[in-house]
């Protein structure tokens, strides 16, 4: 072969590869530290281009082009349409045996955030600290000081707790209710 694309005798599928060893093994003769189009093993999407609109892998079991995939990792634009887009990677599966539509479960957005059961992670943090959201009301915000000076650490489900300042030698914990601070 000339390494283009290869077929084995056990149907394994080569792309820059000879001799694949998995049902789809992609090559290249070199690894890259950049993160252009170019340097891409597999690239989904290119020219589609609309607000809010996905491009992702679907998992799992349908019996029909039509049907709803199980599960899926994808992106979402967010950013307007143009040249340069930013968006939000978002994972989704469903949780019944018909063919409805997967419910995203997780959103990375493309600030940092992270959301688990919510679709929009809260973005109230310090500027260059990133927030986990968990779904519902409850809120968790997980905040690191640049340069590895303090840590602190934010909770909310319904009343305040606080952790602050954990790498320090003079750190404390704080417990708040309503922001008024209970015990030290």
Do not use: W
């Amino acid at each position: 072969g000339n390494g283009l694309i290869s077929i084995d005798t056990s149907g394994n599928v080569g792309i820059g590869t000879d001799s694949p060893d998995s049902k789809l093994n992609i090559s290249k003769t070199s690894f890259s530290t950049t993160f252009t189009s170019a340097d891409s093993y597999i690239r989904i999407g290119k020219n589609e281009n609309a607000q809010n609109g996905y491009q992702f892998i679907g998992f799992g079991y349908n019996d029909q082009p039509t049907s709803q995939v199980p599960a899926y990792i994808g992106f979402q634009q967010t950013g307007t349409p143009g040249n340069y887009t930013k968006g939000d990677l978002v994972f989704g599966t469903r949780n019944v045996t018909t063919d409805t539509a997967p419910t995203e479960r997780m959103r990375i957005d493309s600030s940092g955030n992270v959301g688990i059961g919510v679709t929009t992670p809260y973005t109230g943090g310090t500027a260059g600290r990133r927030v986990l959201d968990v779904g519902g009301t409850s809120q968790a915000l997980l905040a690191f000081s640049v340069g590895g000076a303090a840590q602190s650490y934010f909770f909310q489900d319904g009343t305040d707790f606080t952790m602050t300042n954990l790498a320090t030698a003079g750190g404390s914990i704080v417990f708040q209710n309503n922001g008024s601070e209970r015990m030290r």
